[in-house]
């Protein structure tokens, strides 16, 4: 098997759920989840008093990846990595288990250490997330792994061996949390994160991984009819986290499982893990809770990954890569997106020379970014290609890009006219200012006018200036062929920058 045709299963045995996920991995498309099965197991649940995985514990595990095995022959793949993580580890019949499911399964089960554990949560969210400093916490049903990373080096992690499962087992009576319960958990909670001095007041952005954190997104997303989808890289601030856990406090175990956004299953430990999050958040200062969708299995894929290509993943421009990626992806071609980049950006610099557009390095970013994936949507419909363009980008998850830049990119990248533009940005009209909407539409029609110049898609025009005669801009555009196609296309997009400039702008074309 080559870099080319990568297909990873990860088996993750927690002590709340048991997990088979697929994942592929290309040079061109990157790394892609292409199947996600949950079994929800409890095995926190059948831990006896002296400690030991009771036999009804092993038997429902046992069933669940013989199962599991099944599935991966009918699938055809054989680049297995099985998992075991704080249930298995704090079991004393743990190494016991992993023997008996090795003989009678054949599948050998790798028991990640409280570190590896604290590591790999780390490590995936340096890879899909930009932020460059932050503490991660992934809290599973036995045991809480907290991180402390600057400028995406590892400084500080500990594992706490207590988790959602556990917290309800210590300190609930019943499926519903009471007003005393919830009191006692966070204090409890806090009491042991002030342990770790080097968490004290770090004021930094603290990040959810796994299903709790992401069940909460969720339904914060839900309370804000939030316009787009996924969950990875979204942020709530404090009072939107005091909104949720005013809803969840006030609703019986009955209603939280109807409740939208959150998952039946997690319905009797999301209050428990919601003081968890709340006092980690005071401890720390924090003034955002962040979310990451990707944790322990792409950790453990990613250093898989770059252990046979060192240069397949970038932490420090995460945004970057994926967009190329994305472009590979839609059949962009590579060579082109070349061309068309250093066409448009060299039209960026002369509009601003002329003050069609105010010069910003920021804004820059963002438009050459915007140039690789231009007009995606044609891959799927030419005649939509705006349509499929903002729809695709807007509801995608981008690894490294937030989502009010999701947005703006997807503006940006499927600019058609301003009609269209106003109609595409109306659900997000509160999240930009009109100052930012106008730069964002200006560049946008800075972008459709240069894809107009490449019209015949062959390269034609090899360069662009601007000069100014009295109150007259010309558009001096140097061609090396005939440019038949780009003269008829750009004569009917020059509408688009006419209101950039105050005076009027013509169009001259050269052969060179």
């Given amino acids: 098997m080559t870099l080319l045709d990568i297909k990873t299963a990860i088996i993750d045995i927690g002590s709340n759920t048991v997990r088979l996920v697929l994942y592929k991995y290309d040079l061109k498309r990157g790394m892609k989840e292409i199947e996600n099965i949950k079994v929800v197991a409890r095995l926190r649940n059948y831990i006896l008093p002296n400690g030991k995985l009771s036999e009804q514990g092993i038997q429902i595990l046992q069933t669940i990846l013989g199962t599991f095995r099944d599935m991966l022959h009918d699938y055809d793949i054989t680049d297995v990595l099985a998992t075991a993580t704080a249930a298995i580890r704090q079991a004393t019949n743990g190494p016991e288990i992993l023997d008996k499911l090795k003989k009678e399964i054949g599948i050998e089960i790798k028991l990640l250490s409280e570190e590896q554990e604290a590591f790999y949560g780390y490590f995936a969210v340096i890879h899909t997330i930009a932020t460059p400093s932050a503490i991660t916490i992934d809290m599973g049903g036995g045991s809480t792994e907290i991180t402390y990373y600057h400028n995406k080096e590892l400084i500080q992690s500990h594992s706490f061996p207590f988790g959602s499962v556990s917290l309800k087992q210590q300190f609930m009576q019943s499926n519903t949390l009471t007003d005393e319960e919830r009191q006692k958990i966070y204090e409890f909670a806090k009491e042991q994160f002030l ?56 609703l019986s175990f009955e209603e939280l499982k109807q409740l939208d956004g959150l998952s039946s299953d997690r319905a009797d430990i999301i209050a428990p893990v919601l003081e968890v999050f709340q006092a980690l958040m005071d401890v720390v200062e924090s003034p955002i809770f962040q979310f990451s969708r990707k944790g322990l299995r792409e950790g453990l894929v990613i250093e898989k990954i770059l252990k046979e290509n060192p240069n397949a993943f970038d932490k420090y421009h995460v945004f970057e890569s994926n967009v190329n990626f994305l472009a590979q992806e839609f059949g962009k071609s590579e060579e082109h997106n070349e061309y068309f980049v250093k066409l448009c950006e060299k039209a960026y610099q002369e509009f601003c020379k002329y003050d069609a557009l105010q010069y910003s390095e920021a804004d820059l970013a963002m438009m050459l970014q915007a140039a690789k994936l231009f007009y995606l949507g044609e891959y799927i419909e030419a005649d939509a290609a705006s349509q499929h363009t903002f729809y695709l980008l807007s509801n995608r998850s981008i690894d490294g890009l937030g989502h009010k830049d999701r947005v703006r990119l997807a503006l940006l990248a499927s600019y058609k006219n301003k009609d269209v533009f106003k109609r595409y940005v109306e659900p997000f009209i509160e999240w930009f200012s009109k100052e930012e909407l106008k730069r964002i539409q200006g560049i946008g029609a800075l972008l459709k006018f240069v894809y107009a110049l490449d019209a015949s898609k062959r390269k034609i025009v090899e360069n662009l200036k601007l000069s100014q005669n009295g109150q007259e801009v010309i558009v001096h555009i140097y061609t090396k062929g005939n440019a038949l196609a780009e003269k008829y296309k750009i004569n009917r997009q020059k509408k688009h920058i006419d209101r950039l400039f105050t005076g009027n702008v013509s169009l001259d074309f050269i052969q060179l």
């Fill in 195 to 250: 342990t770790l001095s080097w968490l004290t007041g770090l004021k930094l952005p603290v990040i959810g991984i796994g299903g709790s954190a992401r069940n909460m997104a969720k339904m914060d997303q839900r309370k804000k009819n939030y316009p787009i989808s996924g969950i990875h890289q979204y942020k709530m601030t404090n009072d939107d986290f005091d909104e949720i856990r005013s809803e969840i406090s006030s």
